[in-house]
């Protein structure tokens, strides 16, 4: 059996949740749950002029909403306290102070127009781009000269002369050689810590065994576990996971507002239909069906999770809301429904149930059964024309003698007409509807007053 694993989720409060952040979310959430682990939230709001409380609010809220709560974070405090990086910087220093004691990070005097043309130079002459290490080995003098001149130093990890291996969860064996990768900074010229910096001690200080995040990050991890190493703190697993997409073809990200959570649960979807889509894109799962959340991490693998990209797609989503609502009971549908139901009767919403997937798709109906229908497309026109307007004087007739009833007055119909089958049915769920499909017919009709029905019909006795 293997270990509890302490995984974490760590986003930065600088704009709306999407889901593709959701999805690390649920895969480290699941995976804790399945190992009998914990599950961190941690929020990452070193960037000062970006992170904002009210996106902080608002991403707790959604992931509440979804059900992923935490077993640490900023709200319930843990072993690990803080949670929210900005109240860290006094430790972080302390690391900066040791590295740069040890000889193992120095300061940076390079500005960025200096750096650009560090460059461009590289590239013209064909090499990848990289700290051209300047500042490393500056005396106390030329650091002194530079200070006085007023400039403000950032301070760069000295990379060391060697390869580093891991394993990655998803990617397996990687390698990579410390001298492609060029003196990187750990601490901007403002005093606050680089994500690689932060994010890693983090991981570490908190006691985080597993990393599961885009393999955007791959190339990020040889730094983090260098500067780990340099500090001797011990290195979680990293899996790095195929990035979620859009039908775009680009990463899902806070660029796509139209993918962040809080516009799928002010459009009616349910949290579980989400999940249950999130959890299949790039985790091969042993069962197709839909699942509760509870059921969830039993059929979670990190060894099933994939390295290609997932692709989003609004009809999966659909799917999984329509299975979603069929899980749902009579109080929970009216609830979710809320103010699309109004005062109407339980017995027209049980009617309409399985046409609706989310809450604005009542209207159409509501006015189907008690409104003025829309004008016909050209399917419907057509439909209407080939019936004719004989075949609706009888059907006004027919609807008279057979008061509402679908049964008797098909059959009077079929005898007045001689029209059966499609030709039969089809031009009054039309006539009555606007549509060629929906609920049954002749639980529409005894829903839906007699004289609405009868205007519906001699309009198109009288009119074709």
Not at 388 to 396: E, I, L, N, T
């Given at each position: 059996m293997s270990l509890p694993a302490i995984t974490r989720f760590a986003p930065s409060p600088t704009g709306a949740l999407h889901l593709g952040n959701v999805r690390t979310a649920l895969f480290s959430y699941l995976w804790a749950r399945n190992s009998g682990g914990r599950f961190i939230l941690r929020i990452?709001?070193?960037?000062?002029?970006?992170s904002q409380a009210r996106f902080r609010d608002d991403l707790m809220a959604q992931l509440r909403w979804l059900g992923l709560e935490w077993d640490e974070g900023p709200d319930i405090g843990g072993p690990a306290t803080p949670y929210c990086q900005a109240e860290r910087g006094a430790y972080y220093q302390e690391l900066f102070i040791r590295l740069e004691t040890q000889g193992l990070a120095y300061?940076?005097?390079c500005t960025p127009a200096e750096l650009e043309l560090s460059r461009k130079l590289q590239r013209m002459a064909g090499k990848p781009p990289r700290y051209a290490g300047t500042c490393r080995h500056l005396s106390a003098v030329e650091r002194g000269q530079h200070?006085?001149?007023?400039?403000?130093?950032?301070?760069?990890?000295?990379?060391?002369?060697?390869?580093?291996?891991?394993?990655?969860?998803?990617?397996?064996p990687q390698r990579y050689d410390a001298g492609d990768i060029g003196d990187f900074i750990i601490r901007r010229e403002d005093g606050t810590s680089a994500f690689f910096f932060c994010n890693a001690v983090d991981d570490a200080v908190m006691g985080i065994t597993h990393v599961l995040r885009g393999d955007d990050h791959l190339t990020n991890t040889p730094r983090q576990l260098m500067i780990l190493d340099a500090l001797g703190l011990r290195r979680p697993g990293y899996g790095h996971v195929g990035l979620l997409v859009g039908t775009?073809?680009?990463p899902l990200s806070k660029r796509h507002g139209s993918t962040s959570?809080?516009?799928f649960r002010e459009r009616g979807f349910l949290s579980i239909a989400i999940l249950n889509q999130l959890f299949r894109l790039g985790h091969a799962s042993?069962?197709?069906?839909?699942?509760?959340?509870?059921?969830?991490?039993?059929?979670?693998r990190p060894e099933h999770l994939g390295r290609a990209p997932a692709r989003f797609e609004d009809a999966q989503l659909m799917h999984w809301q329509k299975e979603s609502l069929q899980h749902l009971s009579v109080p929970q549908f009216t609830d979710w429904l809320g103010q699309g139901m109004g005062d109407h009767d339980s017995t027209i919403v049980d009617l309409l149930r399985p046409n609706i997937l989310l809450p604005t798709d009542l209207a159409p109906w509501l006015t189907v059964l008690r409104g003025t229908l829309p004008l016909f497309g050209p399917n419907e026109q057509q439909i209407i024309n080939k019936a004719?307007?004989?075949?609706?004087?009888?059907?006004?007739g027919a609807l008279v003698e057979s008061n509402g009833d679908l049964k008797i007055l098909i059959k009077i119909l079929k005898e007045l007409t001689g029209a059966k089958g499609p030709d039969l049915f089809m031009?009054?769920?039309?006539?009555?509807?606007?549509?060629?499909?929906?609920?049954e017919l002749a639980s529409l009709l005894k829903l839906m007053p007699l004289n609405i029905a009868l205007t519906r019909l001699k309009l198109h006795a009288q009119n074709i």
């Open positions: 990452e709001d070193t960037d000062g002029e970006r300061p940076c005097y200070e006085a001149r007023g400039l403000r130093p950032s301070l760069r990890f000295a990379v060391p002369p060697e390869v580093i291996e891991f394993v990655d969860i998803v990617h397996g775009d073809g680009a959570v809080h516009d042993d069962i197709d069906g839909w699942l509760p959340k509870s059921d969830m991490p039993k059929h979670f004719g307007s004989k075949f609706f004087q009888a059907a006004v031009p009054l769920r039309v006539a009555l509807t606007a549509q060629t499909h929906g609920p």
